[in-house]
């Protein structure tokens, strides 16, 4: 059974920095194609905020250019999210989420970031 497990989020002060992690399992690591990291704010729709291919390709949303990282170990099957001077309309549930070879896209259970002094 694929699972996509999201871990870092957690309550920072404003300026703060995060180290997002998904990892995958339950399948063969290098059937994976795409990964990515979305977002939802309360009360808002889920936004891309970045997106990586498997040879490293990476894609921000505009929001996110500058002080968010978007990385993968594909022998690991994790993928990661740096993300620096945090701010408030930073605050939203992460989810990520992975393209696997035969098996469609599979999403996790995504990971709370609050940011509030």
């Known amino acids: 059974q694929v699972r996509l497990v999201e871990s870092g989020g957690g309550l920072v002060q404003p300026g703060g920095s995060l180290r997002l992690s998904c990892a995958a399992s339950g399948i063969y690591v290098y059937n994976i194609y795409n990964m990515g990291w979305y977002r939802q704010a309360p009360g808002k729709g889920r936004e891309l905020v970045a997106s990586?291919?498997?040879?490293?390709?990476?894609e921000y949303a505009d929001s996110a250019k500058g002080r968010f990282t978007i990385s993968r170990d594909n022998a690991k099957g994790t993928m990661y999210l740096q993300i620096n001077s945090l701010n408030p309309e930073d605050t939203a549930v992460y989810y990520c989420?992975?393209?696997?070879?035969?098996?469609?896209?599979?999403w996790g259970q995504g990971t709370q970031v609050t940011v509030s002094s």
């Open positions: 989420t992975a393209d696997i070879y035969t098996e469609g896209s599979y």
């Open positions: 990586i291919t498997r040879r490293g390709t990476t």
